[in-house]
């Protein structure tokens, strides 16, 4: 079972990977941008809620759902506040700005030096724009941060039911797509190579397999905690979507195009679950 879970979860994190490669070939315009991170809105709420949640409470009640629940949406708040990394463009923007307007308050006093070797390095790595090359890596750690988690929700699926599981992965597989976009478009468009950006992209989707993994063994041997883990991936979806994916897609892209898309990731899943009986 470890090895299936392993590969679902390998597939869903090559989501991210695909979104990253469309990134760099043919770079989204702000409508196509609100539709994407609608659609990947979309699909984590109603899979958290119709079918993460939906079976803990058919598993187990509703105090075991509530207190895993509570506990992932917790647990991604703790991780937002605790690691540094830009989630989507809000406050960590904000402390890039801080930093980089203090450089430039450095080099206004005659800190040339710095300047020039800055400008070096630039010229050698083809880095066109650092703030933005700073940015996307922050974007980077953050989506990795994100999918670790996302990985036990494949696990705890597959440790559930296998068809549950495979519904997770292919559900999972397409809101990565739009995070490898907003992964690999900033490292782009700050002058790293085309394969370089999408590359990282890929390394960001790398760490679901690590959740998966560890959701597999402890559930494998404690299969009583399905539910509560199953309950626990939706808190970690739901503060995902409405902390980052909805506020970023209605800011950096079109609100209507968001409402849509967010309709039409809810109807995949409807229909993927239908399709797969789960």
Not at 55 to 72: D, K, M, N, R
Request: proline fraction near 3%; charged fraction near 15%; avoid cysteine.
């Amino acid at each position: 079972m470890i090895w299936n879970i392993l590969a679902l979860s390998m597939i869903a994190g090559l989501g991210t990977g695909l979104g990253g490669a469309i990134a760099v070939i043919r770079q989204p315009g702000r409508r196509t941008f609100g539709l994407l991170m609608g659609i990947t809105a979309g699909v984590m709420i109603t899979l958290s809620f119709v079918d993460l949640v939906n079976h803990a409470l058919e598993l187990s009640g509703v105090w075991t759902t509530t207190i895993g629940f509570t506990l992932g949406a917790l647990f991604m708040l703790a991780i937002d506040m605790l690691i540094p990394h830009i989630r989507f463009g809000e406050k960590e923007i904000d402390i890039l700005k801080k930093k980089e307007a203090e450089k430039d308050e450095l080099d206004r006093r005659g800190h040339h030096e710095h300047q020039h070797r800055r400008l070096h390095w630039k010229s050698k790595t083809h880095i066109t724009d650092v703030k933005l090359l700073k940015t996307g890596l922050l974007v980077a750690l953050g989506i990795a941060i994100h999918n670790t988690p996302e990985g036990i929700a494949v696990g705890a699926g597959y440790a559930h039911t296998p068809a549950f599981g495979i519904f997770i992965a292919t559900a999972i597989t397409l809101h990565n797509i739009p995070e490898g976009i907003a992964t690999a478009l900033p490292l782009y468009k700050a002058g790293m190579s085309k394969r370089r950006a999408a590359g990282f992209a890929f390394l960001s989707g790398l760490t679901e397999p690590i959740g998966a993994l560890l959701a597999g063994l402890l559930l494998t041997t404690f299969d009583a905690l399905i539910p509560a883990a199953l309950a626990f991936a939706g808190g970690v979806m739901v503060f995902i979507t409405l902390d980052e994916l909805i506020p970023v897609a209605r800011e950096h892209g079109h609100q209507h195009y968001t409402a849509i898309g967010i309709i039409l990731g809810a109807v995949f899943v409807f229909i993927l679950s239908g399709v797969l009986g789960v």
